[in-house]
């Protein structure tokens, strides 16, 4: 009666030799990527230089030739923060797309808009956490700062400190055991406040002066490095992010640690497919969008025009000009929605139903809804969908699990599935199992990276 029960193995146990080295060396080149991609700007630039040598033209160069045929290669660029990989088919776009949607902003602290200070003989700069963080987490670690500058002559600037191993870094104080009597009686969410992440950036005061000189020290560094001034913080957007590089896991090398692995795995994972992809029926696309951390909002989250405006614009070079053209684009299209998910962690087994958990080691995962409570907010994915997924997955040798955002009424998530559902496309999120899941370095296993490169590649390529 073996058959009849189902059983989700172990992907280590089931891979070949050779795939074995795949394995590793995806992982090797998914740390440069990780590496080189700190911030959501940081990975458009990335994944759009990936796109250039692999053919791929601009939309703007497309709309210059004015026509596009099947197999051409096109990204479109959303104010540098987001993009979208159009390879298409042989199909027109009308007859609907193939895409795989990740998103590339991760939780982290940006500063404020005007956060530089002094006090107690200390430079600091005020912050405000963006997405869902652990505010204790971000104390006593090395940080780094990542951001743009735009100068009053519209030079723009971007700005990378704490990263070269020459670097100063920058790290954010917690108080000492000694002294932490009343902090540790507090909760855990408020022993760190969100006024309380303020970055350490200097302690030299400038000779000379007696009000602030710590501060217009750090100014004049900044100056003489930039050539900017305090009023041009109050137009950047800088992010602090940990400092470092991403490091393997485990003495067998089989997991890696990083910032940013939600969503940046799936937004890889899918890039390196789509990219492989050739002559396709339905025009394959890689999606990267922004914000989904905050709600998906903004003119490079999902909820934006974005997508839909470069579908229209490459229906348009198709000879498709009517607005049900685009409506069928969409409702015609079926979806990855690439994000990761929480894997069984042995020190919180309390928070998952180990029956319909993802396990680290065990795949990438499919995950029929998110949502919160009875489902709330979720995209449930269509039986019929689901069905059409793991028939590819089975054919492709596919290493796939199921899993789940947690025990019920346990809490609760959501990712940009629903978004894209709501055009009518069929969605069914589909990514990267993790553990410490927004904390500043996430861990993944690399079977399961590869796995869910492997399973959006048989994704694409079925017709
Ligand atoms: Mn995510
Ligand atoms: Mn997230």
Known sequence: MEKLTKKFNNAWELLKDD????????GEEYKTFMDNGKTERECTDEIIKYAKEAGYISLEDAIEKGTIKAGDKIYVQNKGKSVALFNIGSESIEKGMKIVGSHLDAPRLDLKAFPLYEDGGLAMLKTHYYGGIKKYQWVALPLALHGVIIKKDGEKLNIVIGEDENDPVLYITDLLPHLAKDQMDKKMGEGITGEG???LIGSIPLKGEKEDAVKLNVLKFLNNKYGIEEEDFTVAEIEIVPAGKSRDVGIDRSMIAAHGHDDRVCA????KAVLEVENPKYTTVGLFVDKEEVGSMGNTGMESAFFENAVAELLHLQGVTSYLGLRRAMSNSKVLSGDVTAGFDPNFPDVLDKRNAAFIGKGVTLTKYTG??????????????????????NENNVVWQVGELGKVDQGGGGTIAYILANKGAEVVDCGTP??????????ISKVDLYMTYKAYKAFYQAQ
């Open 372 to 393: 919160s409570r009875g489902k709330s907010g979720s995209n449930d994915a269509n039986a019929e969908f689901l069905a059409e997924i793991r028939k590819i997955f």
């Open 434 to 443: 993790m553990l410490s899941m927004h904390a500043p370095i996430e861990i």
């Open 268 to 271: 890889f994972s899918s890039l």
């Open 197 to 199: 992440l303020n970055v």
């Open 19 to 26: 795939e074995q080295v795949k394995v590793f060396e995806f």
